[in-house]
C-alpha cells in the first residue's frame, strides 16, 4: 500500500461530459503529481502541485485542469470527455521537498476512465 | 533534451534464470535515473535510483541496476527470475530542463515462465 488513495477506480462516462478525479496524498507529501497512462501513449506527466500551487505543466490538454486545496488532496477535472480520453489516470505524491524531483514517487491504483 | 529509451517491449525469461531489462537515456549533464515496476491493475511502484556513487545499485525485491556512463546504459537486473517477476518495468530519467520532471521510457513487459 503506497498510502495514496485514489477514487473513484472505475469510472464509465459518455462523450461530452465532465469527470471529477480525486487522490489524497501519502501524509505529509506536499507535491502531487497526475498522470495518464493509455496504451498507444505510454505514461504522460499532466501536471504537478507542490502545498497547492501549480509546480508543473507537462501534456495537460486546455479541457483539463486540476487544483490541490489546502488539505493537499487534490482533483483532476476533466471536461468535454472525447473517445481518446479513455486512460488510467494516476496521482503520485513525494515527500516534504518539491524541488529537485529525488524521483521516488509513490503512486496510487489509478482511476480508469472509459468514455463511451 | 533528456529522454530514456527502452529498447524491448517484451522480455522472455525462464523461472531461475537471470534476467535484464534494457534501458538507456540521453542527458545533458548528470544523470539521475529510476526504475520502476507496475503489476497487473496497480499503481507504479518504485524498484531503485541512480543518482551518484556506486555503478551498481540495489533495490527492492531483490533487483539491481548498472549504470554505465560510457554506454548510456542503466539495465536492470535480477540473478534469478521469479513468476511474480512477471510485471511491467518502466526506467525513467530527471529532466532538469523541465522543472525536474520524470521522463519515461515506454515500459518493457517482463513475462517470466515456470
Known amino acids: 500500500d503506497s498510502g495514496v488513495t485514489q477514487t473513484p477506480k472505475h469510472l464509465i462516462t459518455a462523450t461530452g461530459q465532465r469527470v471529477t478525479l480525486r487522490c489524497s496524498p501519502r501524509s505529509g507529501d506536499l507535491s502531487v503529481y497526475w498522470y495518464q497512462q493509455s496504451l498507444d501513449q505510454g505514461l504522460q506527466f499532466l501536471i504537478q502541485y507542490y502545498n497547492g500551487e501549480e509546480r508543473a505543466k507537462g501534456n495537460i490538454l486546455e479541457r483539463f485542469s486540476a487544483q490541490q486545496f489546502p488539505d493537499l488532496h487534490s482533483e483532476l477535472n476533466l471536461s468535454s470527455l472525447e473517445l481518446g480520453d479513455s486512460a488510467l489516470y494516476f496521482c503520485?505524491?513525494?515527500?516534504?521537498?518539491?524541488?529537485?524531483?529525488?524521483?521516488?514517487?509513490?503512486f496510487g491504483e489509478g482511476s480508469r476512465l472509459t468514455v463511451l | 533534451a533528456q529522454s530514456v529509451a527502452q529498447p524491448e517491449d517484451q522480455v522472455n525469461v525462464a523461472e531461475g534464470n537471470p534476467l535484464t531489462v534494457k534501458c538507456t537515456y540521453s542527458v545533458s549533464g548528470n544523470p539521475y535515473l529510476f526504475w520502476y515496476v507496475q503489476y497487473p491493475n496497480r499503481g507504479l511502484q518504485f524498484l531503485l535510483k541512480y543518482i551518484t556513487g556506486d555503478n551498481l545499485v540495489k533495490g527492492s525485491y531483490g533487483f539491481e541496476a548498472e549504470f554505465n556512463k560510457s554506454q548510456t546504459s542503466f539495465h536492470l537486473k535480477k540473478p534469478s527470475a521469479l513468476v511474480s517477476d512477471s510485471a511491467l518495468y518502466f526506467c525513467a530519467v530527471r529532466d532538469d530542463d523541465s522543472n525536474y520532471q520524470l521522463i519515461w521510457g515506454a515500459g518493457t513487459k517482463l513475462i517470466i515462465k515456470p
Open positions: 503520485a505524491s513525494s515527500g516534504m521537498s518539491g524541488i529537485p524531483n529525488t524521483g521516488e514517487l509513490f
